[in-house]
C-alpha cells in the first residue's frame, strides 16, 4: 500500500496492516448477485433477534438523543455490578467489546514490546497490538485448542497475553485447571486480557468464568460484549471488568460518550432479560448439534464447539465460500485464520440451516 501519496505521514507500524475484514453484508450479496433470499451465517450474530426489552429501550432512548449519553455508564454499570456481584468500579464500558480490547492495547503495549496471543485466533487481536507497535508472538493451537502452557512459556517479557474462552474460529475452551496453572505461571510483569465474547454459550461445566479470577493486585481484564447472546451486535456495546486500578487508567485514554445512550440503555434491559438469553443459547446448542449430524453424514472433519458457531473442513475453504455464496448462503472462509481446508459457519436459525444443507448436499 505503500503508493498512497500520504504514506510519509503515516506511522510506520500502521503502513502494513491490513483491514479487519468483517462477514459479507447480506444486502451486498443480495445487491451484487440479485438474489432474493440470502442466508447470513458469517458473523456470530444472534438469529433470534435482539431482546425485545432491548428494542423497547432503544426506542424509549431514541427521543433522548439530542443530549450526550451518560459518559460514565451510571445505570448500565449499575445493572452490571448487581449481575456480576461486583462494586461498578470494577466496569469500563466500549463502542463493542472490540473496543475494550484496543483499549487495554493503548493502555499497556509500548511500541516493540511484546504481546502473545494463541494462532487462530480473533483477528482484531493482532491489528491493535501492531497498530500499537508493538510485536505479535503468536503459539500455536493445540488440536484447535489454545494451549496454555505453551502461551505461558511464551509470556516471558511480554507486557500482554490476549486470549478468547471460547476461542474464535475454533469455539475451543480451556477448563478451570488449565487456567489457574496458567494464572499461576504467567510472570507478574505480564497482562491478561480474557475475551469472554462466547461464555453466554459454554455449557461444558469446566468452563472458568474470568470474573472468578479477578484480584485488585492482578492485570487480569475480563471482556464481554452484548454482541452475541444479546443480540446487540449493531449498536455497539461491550464491556470490561478490571481492578478498580486498572480501571481508573483505562478511563483516562477512554474517548468521552465512547459508548453511546440507546447503547447503554439497550444493554442494561437486555442484561435483565433471562428468556431472551435462554433462548438464544438453546437455539445456539440446537444448531451445533443439528450440524454435527450433518457433517458426521458427510464424513466432513469438524472441531466440537462451545460457541455459537463450528468449523468444518470442506477441502477447499476459499471455493466452499464462493460456491455457497452463488447459493445465497453466505459462511467464512477460515484461510485468513490460517486454516485454508475450513469454513467457519455461525449457528443459524432451523430454516437458515436448512438452505446452507441444501446447498452443502448440492456442493458435496
Ligand atoms: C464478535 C467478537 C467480539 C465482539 O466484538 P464487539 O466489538 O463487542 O462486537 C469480541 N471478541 C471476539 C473473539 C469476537 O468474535
Do not use: E, K, W, Y
Given at each position: 500500500m505503500s503508493e498512497s501519496p500520504f504514506s510519509g505521514l503515516v506511522?510506520?507500524?500502521?503502513?502494513d496492516l491490513e483491514p479487519y475484514v468483517p462477514g459479507k453484508p447480506i444486502d451486498e450479496l443480495r445487491r451484487e448477485r440479485g438474489l432474493e433470499r440470502v442466508v447470513k451465517l458469517a458473523s456470530n450474530e444472534n438469529p433470534l433477534g435482539p431482546s425485545p426489552a432491548g428494542v423497547a429501550a432503544l426506542e424509549a432512548a431514541a427521543a433522548g438523543v439530542h443530549r450526550y449519553p451518560d459518559g460514565y455508564g451510571f445505570a448500565l454499570k449499575s445493572a452490571l455490578a448487581a449481575f456480576w456481584d461486583l462494586?461498578?468500579?470494577h466496569f469500563v464500558l466500549g463502542n463493542g467489546s472490540s473496543e475494550v480490547i484496543e483499549m487495554v492495547v493503548r493502555l499497556l503495549v509500548r511500541p516493540g514490546r511484546s504481546v502473545v496471543l494463541a494462532s487462530p485466533s480473533f483477528s482484531i487481536y493482532e491489528i491493535a497490538v501492531r497498530a500499537q507497535g508493538g510485536r505479535v508472538v503468536k503459539v500455536p493451537l493445540r488440536d484447535h485448542a489454545v494451549d496454555l502452557d505453551a502461551v505461558a512459556d511464551a509470556a516471558a517479557g511480554a507486557a500482554l497475553v490476549i486470549l478468547g474462552?471460547?476461542?474464535?474460529?475454533?469455539?475451543t475452551i480451556f477448563r478451570r485447571p488449565e487456567w489457574e496453572r496458567f494464572l499461576s505461571r504467567v510472570p507478574a510483569g505480564t497482562a491478561v486480557l480474557l475475551d469472554e465474547a462466547y461464555a453466554e454459550f459454554a455449557v461444558d461445566p469446566g468452563f472458568p468464568q474470568g470474573r472468578d479470577h479477578l484480584?485488585?493486585?492482578?492485570?487480569l481484564v475480563v471482556v464481554r460484549t452484548f454482541s452475541k447472546a444479546y443480540g446487540l451486535a449493531g449498536v455497539r456495546i461491550g464491556y470490561g471488568i478490571a481492578p478498580p486500578g486498572l480501571v481508573d487508567y483505562l478511563n483516562r485514554l477512554r474517548l468521552p460518550f465512547n459508548a453511546n445512550g440507546p447503547a447503554q440503555a439497550a444493554a442494561a434491559a437486555a442484561l435483565g432479560d433471562r428468556a431472551h438469553l435462554g433462548r438464544s443459547v438453546a437455539v445456539a446448542r440446537a444448531g451445533l448439534k443439528r450440524l454435527y449430524r450433518l457433517f458426521d453424514a458427510a464424513g466432513l472433519g469438524y472441531v466440537p464447539s462451545q460457541a455459537n458457531f463450528v468449523v468444518v473442513r470442506v477441502g477447499d475453504g476459499d471455493w466452499m465460500y464462493r460456491a455457497l455464496l452463488e447459493r445465497g448462503v453466505i459462511v467464512r472462509s477460515a484461510r485468513s485464520f490460517g486454516m485454508p481446508d475450513w469454513i467457519r459457519v455461525s449457528v443459524g436459525l432451523p430454516e437458515e440451516l436448512d438452505r446452507f444443507e441444501a446447498a452443502l448436499d448440492e456442493l458435496l
Open positions: 506511522s510506520p507500524q500502521v503502513l462494586p461498578p468500579d474462552n471460547p476461542n474464535n474460529p475454533t469455539g484480584a485488585d493486585d492482578r492485570p
